[in-house]
Structure formats: structure tokens, C-alpha cells
């Protein structure tokens, strides 16, 4: 099972694994890591989800789309890395996914 490690705002890592095809944010609230608010519940309807994925992954998670976008556009402290974890489908190729949490979801 692919393994994601998640990263706190303030340095704490939580390396869970998730199943193939759940989300980012479906392992991140499964497991209780907190800063993942999820307050939608993974339907692309708001930015409580809103991840910076590590450099070295942007290619392998793909671009947002356009709901994407524009929910980030509400989000905030975006950079050109923030992604929304419930965007993010788990494959085989994420096995070692890096994502960190903002300091906050609001």
C-alpha cells in the first residue's frame, strides 16, 4: 500500500499508508492527522483540505483542474505547489507522496 507522509505546521510528520484510489485528504481524516479540516467532505467545495505537495511530487500529482483553482483562489496562504488533498487520488506511482498542512485551513 502507498505510503503519504503528511507534515504538520509545525514539523511533526505522520506516515500513513493509503489505499490505491482513496484521496490525500480520505487518509489524512482516516487516520486522524490534524489540519486537514475536510469540512466538505472531499467534494471540491472548499479549501479545507489545502495541502503544499513537495517539489519533487508536483509532476507525478498532476495539475489542478479548474474547480480546483478556483476553490485554492479562496484558500489561504496558497503558493504555486498548494494542491487540495481530496484532489489527489492515491496510485502505486505516490507510493512516498510528501505533502505539508499551512498553519491553517481558514
Do not use: F
Not at 514539523?11 to 489505499?19: C, L
Not at 489540519?35 to 489545502?50: F, K, L, Q, S, V
Not at 480546483?68 to 484558500?75: D, F, K, N, P
Request: glycine fraction near 12%.
Amino acid at each position: 500500500m502507498p505510503r503519504v507522509t503528511y507534515i504538520e505546521h509545525g514539523g511533526k510528520r505522520h506516515a500513513i499508508e493509503v489505499p490505491v484510489g482513496d484521496s490525500v485528504m480520505r487518509g489524512a481524516v482516516y487516520n486522524g492527522v490534524p489540519g486537514i479540516d475536510a469540512d466538505c467532505g472531499g467534494e471540491c467545495a472548499c479549501a479545507t483540505c489545502h495541502v503544499y505537495v513537495d517539489q519533487a511530487w508536483l509532476a507525478r500529482t498532476g495539475a489542478p483542474g479548474d474547480m480546483e483553482r478556483s476553490m485554492l483562489a479562496c484558500g489561504a496562504d496558497t503558493r504555486p505547489n498548494s494542491r487540495l488533498a481530496c484532489q489527489i487520488r492515491v496510485t502505486e506511482a505516490l507510493d512516498g507522496l510528501v505533502v505539508s498542512l499551512p498553519d491553517g485551513q481558514h
